[in-house]
């Protein structure tokens, strides 16, 4: 459901509307660089999102691409809940945009509740704002933007729906451990998970204590919340597979479920290993590698991730680096392999997966053990960390501790449906 506003620099309008959205009125001062935006909406509630494309200067091919739209408001980037007349706002982020002969054209977008945009971004400072974007390149400031590493949680919708795969890792590959068993996995629903790992600024919002111990000059508030206790980010009398979605009171979920309505949860395990492989089977979400060539091993993972062999860059001794720094997977995620080990939702066990039939692992949204060979609360942890070793980087790589274990190796990023039950 889209409708296409065309303007050739402040020539006025011409358009193209379908389904829910029509055309109303356009107008462009340059004097501001705002763009105003008038359309009908029929089909409502939905989130109808607003992008900024050109196809001049920017790309030779004559494409219309997507530019940094700027702050988006008024009735775009969220959910509207009632159909009529509506009014949308854009401040065009670059004033090479208004120049002239540059073409510039308005994309509004409607998109169903039930298949939401692939970008959310949730403001940690007011309760229950939450906006959408179609495109990493209509995130206002760019996804790399301080605010995303501080103040909002930037979620990357995940297209997982009814797609089989193949969880854990091949006989063979290079640093193995036998709980990796391989095993086919399907998850019955696309869902969104953050783009970075949480930071210490998002974290000061729920008002409990940072236990973080490492810093960075001017920029400690974007690492990765470190040394985190699983009692305080979920709760121990809630483990998961005993109370299904409940959380902990007073933990940082809870917290940020009430003030922001969304439903937020750590990723199963087997969501977390989706996001990572971002469609890749291979030992990494950047390729291929071994033990053959260990230096050129250790460069080549250098590039994606903080581990124990570069993560004293910079500073005196080991620790976690800031969040979004390395290169990330194909879906935009920073950081799933290195800096901080991550939690999920599932016990660990390593004979789970080793005997399919015997354990009854379910192949569509698997949740892992009801319990363990230890008869203890091992939490799972994924994707190794800033304190292990190269070959732990892997997607496949599985750790676990108890839930009161601290330790500043561990941190967590969030997930949460991608079904817009949420206002
Ligand atoms: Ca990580």
Redesign the pocket.
């Known amino acids: 459901m889209r409708a296409v506003f065309f303007s050739c620099l402040l020539a006025g309008l011409s358009a193209t509307a379908a389904n829910s959205l029509s055309v109303g009125s356009f107008a462009v001062d340059a004097t501001n660089r705002l763009v105003t935006v008038g359309y009908s909406l029929s089909e409502a509630p939905c989130i109808v999102t607003l992008d900024i494309e050109t196809n001049t200067q920017f790309d030779a091919s004559g494409d219309w691409i997507p530019v940094n739209a700027g702050r988006t408001y008024g009735d775009a980037a969220r959910r509207v809940e009632y159909n009529g007349a509506k009014t949308a706002y854009c401040k065009v982020g670059g004033e090479e945009l208004l120049m002239p002969g540059v073409k510039m054209r308005v994309v509004l977008t409607a998109w169903e509740l039930s298949a939401p945009p692939p970008y959310m971004a949730v403001d940690m400072e007011y309760d229950g704002l939450v906006s959408y974007y179609s495109c990493a390149d209509s995130v206002p400031g760019g996804v790399g933007h301080d605010d995303y590493k501080t103040s909002k949680i930037l979620m990357r919708k995940i297209p997982a729906r009814e797609i089989k795969w193949r969880q854990g890792s091949p006989d063979g590959e290079y640093g193995r451990n036998s709980g990796e068993c391989a095993h086919r996995v399907e998850l019955s629903a696309d869902y969104y998970i953050g783009v970075y790992?949480v930071t210490r600024g998002q974290w000061a919002y729920c008002g409990l204590a940072d236990p973080s111990e490492f810093s960075w000059p001017g920029r400690s508030m974007m690492l990765p919340l470190h040394k985190a206790d699983y009692r305080n980010v979920r709760g121990t009398d809630k483990i998961f597979m005993r109370t299904g979605s409940e959380v902990g009171s007073g933990t940082f979920i809870d917290w940020c479920r009430k003030h922001t309505g969304v439903p937020f949860d750590l990723p199963s395990e087997a969501q977390w290993e989706f996001a990572c492989r971002a469609g890749s089977g291979n030992p990494t979400y950047r390729g291929y590698y071994g033990d053959d060539n260990q230096a050129r091993t250790i460069e080549d993972i250098g590039k994606i991730a903080w581990f124990s062999e570069n993560s004293a860059e910079g500073c005196s001794e080991r620790q976690v680096h800031e969040v979004g720094l390395k290169q990330p997977n194909d879906w935009g995620l920073y950081?799933?392999?290195?800096?901080?080990?991550?939690f999920c939702l599932d016990l660990y066990s390593e004979t789970y997966y080793q005997n399919l039939s015997a354990s009854s692992s379910p192949t569509v949204d698997p949740l892992g053990p009801p319990q363990n060979e230890y008869n203890r609360d091992y939490i799972v942890n994924r994707?190794g960390?800033f304190d292990i070793n190269w070959w732990k980087q892997r997607s496949a790589s599985r750790e676990c501790d108890l839930p009161h274990a601290q330790s500043n190796r561990y941190?967590f990023r969030l997930c949460a449906p991608a079904v817009v039950a949420w206002r």
């Open positions: 790992e950081d799933m392999i290195g800096n901080v080990r991550e994707g960390g941190g």
